[in-house]
């Protein structure tokens, strides 16, 4: 059991020195020994993810550790998805996530849904310059637990309303939670648009993700359903 923990401490570090070579040699080797993906997810991933984290709130880290560190983390986790399906693990909950119509920004988008993989959610990528229409189809059809909207573009955040109404005409507004975030939104803003919940960066979407899937299961278990 040494030689495990020894190996996820390493991993470990390897997410948190954005050491990309390191990760694919000590992950491939986690995967041969078989060590748990849940185990690889928990104590290294995502313990790793939480040091980046503290770096870039230090200011040890700035955005473009940040970006390398997600698509890393989203690399190892596309990985480990096949072996995970295997064992049989549940997930945290199903998202689906888009950047607003008139928005080509993904960075940040990528960056959330790289951490909320960590976390055990389900996410789909809707992509950039969604329209409402799609939003709205994909709360329809793939019925996500939550629905983000990230907006990098103050002249493109009236698109997340736009969404909001057009979930309220077609029905589907008490379906889903949605979230929103981006460089310009604030919280005041999610809260005049009715957002269930605002994320500020990558780290606090996670925790306010968890937080709306604890309040659903709540309110399922208070009425029955």
């Known amino acids: 059991m040494k030689e495990k ?17 390191k990760v694919n040699e000590l992950l491939k ?11 690889v997810i ?32 989203k690399e190892a986790i596309e990985v480990l998805k096949p072996l995970m399906q295997a064992e049989g693990a549940t997930s945290s909950g199903k998202v689906s996530f888009g950047t607003v119509k008139g928005d080509l920004h993904d960075i940040g988008k990528n960056i959330v849904i790289s951490m909320l993989s960590v976390a055990g959610f389900d ?4 992509g950039v310059d969604v329209p409402p229409e799609r939003f709205v189809s994909e709360v329809r059809e793939r019925k996500p637990d939550i629905l983000c909207m990230s907006s990098l573009l103050t002249h493109t955040m009236p698109e997340m309303k736009l969404v909001i109404d057009e979930l309220k005409k077609n029905g589907l507004r008490e379906k889903v939670k949605v979230m929103v975030g981006g460089r310009p939104v604030t919280q005041e803003y999610a809260d005049s648009i009715e957002a269930d919940s605002y994320g500020r960066d990558a780290y606090e979407a996670v925790i ?18």
């Open 5 to 21: 923990e020894e190996l996820l401490a390493q991993l470990r570090d390897a997410f948190v020195n954005i050491d990309s070579n």
């Open 29 to 39: 080797i986690a995967i041969e020994e078989g060590v748990s993906p849940r185990d």
């Open 42 to 73: 928990e104590r290294a991933i995502r313990q790793g993810a939480d040091e980046v984290g503290r770096k870039y709130e230090a200011c040890e880290y700035f955005l473009p550790e940040l970006v390398m560190s997600g698509e890393m983390m």
């Open 123 to 126: 996410v789909y990528d809707l």
């Open 208 to 225: 306010k993700a968890k937080q709306l899937m604890n309040r659903e299961q709540r309110q399922r278990q208070a009425t029955g359903s």
